[in-house]
């Protein structure tokens, strides 16, 4: 009656005659906007290994309500970008009390995006019915607590239809 959707609760669906494309590209520049990373340069990993998070006592404290808002923005954003859900998991943990070090973290992830702003979530028509699972775990690897991180998807077919990531107490 209305005919096709290309919006759904922020996510971007274009159909085609062989599957689906789903984004949030719309919404990623909207938020790098927001936040003021539009004009900073894009990197090409959300995270470095190295890079320290603990609770950084020591630390200069940032507006919580506006490091809240970016990271609920990120978490809405691992609907449709698996690869951002374990870095915005990781900041997820310092929302009581927030410091520089875990904002500028944060919009990393922001930079991250920019870089790869093209990528979608690909639903081909005919793909096969086979589920697979995929799991992988890091046991005690956060340096604040000590939790291990768990992290699963699942597949049918070539069509990925669920993933998560959660720390695990220890």
Known sequence: MMGESTFLLGLQVKQLKDGTFISQTKYTKD???????????????????????????????????RYRALIGSLL???????????????????????????????KRILRYLKEFQGVVLWYPKDGGFKLV??????????????????????????????WSRRNKIQ
């Open 31 to 65: 938020l790098m906007k927001k936040f003021g990373t539009e004009e900073k340069s894009s990197v090409k990993i959300p995270m470095y290994t190295s890079t320290k998070m603990d609770m950084d006592a020591d630390g200069k404290a940032v507006d919580q309500t």
């Open 76 to 106: 809405y954003l691992t609907a449709s970008r698996s690869d951002i859900t374990f870095v915005v998991g990781v900041c997820v943990r310092f929302q009581s009390a927030p410091k520089e070090n875990h904002m500028t973290a944060a």
């Open 133 to 162: 699972g995929y799991s992988d775990s890091y046991y005690a690897g956060c340096r604040v607590d000590r939790k291990s991180t768990l992290g699963t998807c699942q597949m049918l077919g070539n069509r990925l239809v669920s």
